[in-house]
């Protein structure tokens, strides 16, 4: 029979030849990323950016969803010591000789200060808030220290409101139930606590303003409790004025 057409040439003539190896390197250029990235005309910078940008990102989303799960394993601890060293003050109180040691709430001392040591018996034991220049005129005096009684759980107890640190000795500021703040975290620099987060996890904050003021910008970083009262209507001072001792008494 006829001899079987032959086939043709898969490729240009040639091709299929073997050819040598430094002339394959002319013919195909590696590519590698390194090859890729020197490349003249490439710039990923924008690449990069995006990458910086997403772990960011990433990072936020896990600090936020670890606050969340309550912060991190030493800012539990930290809770946990605070929370221990106001148990123990509590504790001490009531295991002291005699029973209970007398409650003491810290007033602030500035002159200005809305509740203080001289009218602060007037708001918390009869419901009725007077300025310190209104008892002035009236003719009383400025006291060191004043004391407010309280009927708790069936009980007379009396509270001592003190306003200058230095009068505290030592042994009593355990017995710091409560602290009411004016603003100026100056009011603190004597206190025993390193800052006002560390006294607020130990006794109760109270910060008093009038409804139509601003809070201070420092108060609002402040674990205490907010107590607002008319400034020219005092029928509302009894339950505004009384809105501490549930704080309070948690503390004793």
């Not at 602030?108 to 509740?115: I, L, Y």
Request: a positive charge; hydrophobic letters at 40%; glycine letters at 10%.
């Amino acid at each position: 029979g006829a001899a079987p057409a032959s086939r043709k040439a898969a490729g240009p003539a040639g091709a299929g030849a073997a050819l040598p190896a430094e002339k394959k390197g002319e013919l195909f250029a590696l590519v590698t990323s390194r090859t890729v990235l020197s490349r003249p005309g490439h710039d990923f910078s924008i690449a990069l950016e995006v990458m910086q940008a997403q772990k960011k990102k990433d990072e936020e989303a896990s600090a936020k969803a670890k606050e969340a799960r309550g912060g991190s394993g030493a800012d539990k601890r930290a809770r946990a010591e605070d929370k221990a060293s106001a148990d123990s003050a509590k504790r001490a109180r009531a295991a002291a000789p005699g029973g209970r040691r007398t409650p003491i709430i810290m007033a602030p001392v500035s002159r200005s200060a809305m509740v203080q040591v001289m009218n602060a018996s007037s708001l918390l034991e009869h419901g009725e808030y007077k300025t310190c220049r209104e008892l002035e005129a009236a003719g009383e005096r400025r006291p060191p220290e004043t004391v407010i009684v309280r009927n708790i759980d069936g009980h007379d107890i009396k509270f001592l409101l003190l306003d200058a640190p230095h009068r505290v000795r030592s042994h009593q500021w355990r017995d710091v139930v409560g602290v009411i703040v004016d603003g100026p975290a100056w009011q603190f620099k004597q206190y025993p606590w390193k800052n006002p987060v560390d006294i607020f996890e130990t006794a109760a904050g109270i910060h008093f303003r009038f409804k139509d003021e601003q809070e201070p910008a420092t108060v609002k970083g402040w674990k205490v409790h907010r107590l607002a009262l008319e400034r020219g209507q005092r029928h509302g001072d009894r339950v505004g004025g009384g809105g501490v001792w549930g704080p309070l008494g948690a503390n004793w």
